[in-house]
């Protein structure tokens, strides 16, 4: 199975996200120039494990079951994109993201021991973890300057809004299975983390 370990954001958040996506649909932007993930599935993933043979999944919660971080507050606020640059030099948006501010360097050291734990297990490092919610992939690149125009100046607009604060005491071990309508997500296990 095609599986991942994340925080699911609250109902909350997920709404506000779905907002702020809005406003970005509401740029007139070339058909199927930009997919929006579905914000009631939105989360933070913390590692993605990719093929998962089913002998594994035990080995995995066995894993998760003994991570000693603590329940923390996640503030998400401010828009950005990737590839990262100053407005005035973006030419090659990819993605358009949320940020995470207080609560980042706790979502970080839980990412660092589930890391530890994953690679005990076989799993590969990852070569740098990004607290951030993705909103939207960019499928084909913008036709036209005034198209990038508009979403950079909708991204500065939106650069420091407060989306929304949450308390994580969760971390899950979801499985993912693809379908043309978009990915579907199923819990495997729940990691309550103790205080």
């Not at 199975?1 to 070339?30: H, W, Y």
């Amino acid at each position: 199975m095609r599986a991942f370990i994340a925080v699911d954001l609250s109902e909350e958040i997920r709404a506000k996200i779905a907002g702020i996506q809005q406003e970005f649909a509401g740029l007139g932007l070339t058909q199927g120039a930009v997919k929006f993930v579905d914000a009631k599935q939105t989360h933070q993933t913390v590692k993605f494990l990719g093929e998962v043979p089913d002998d594994d999944v035990e080995l995995i919660k066995s894993a998760l079951a003994g991570i000693s971080q603590k329940p923390f507050e996640l503030e998400l606020r401010g828009v950005g994109f990737f590839p990262a640059a100053s407005l005035d030099k973006a030419r090659n948006i990819r993605v358009i993201w949320v940020g995470m501010e207080r609560g980042a360097e706790k979502l970080k050291a839980l990412q660092e021991e589930v890391e530890s734990e994953m690679h005990a297990l076989g799993f590969p490092l990852e070569k740098r973890f990004s607290a951030h919610v993705t909103l939207c992939r960019v499928k084909k690149p913008f036709r036209s300057k005034n198209e990038l125009r508009r979403v950079l100046k909708k991204i500065e607009e939106l650069r420091d809004v407060e989306v929304e604060k949450m308390l994580v005491e969760e971390l899950k071990l979801k499985k993912s299975t693809l379908t043309p309508k978009g990915p579907i997500y199923e819990d495997m296990y729940v990691k309550k983390l103790e205080a």
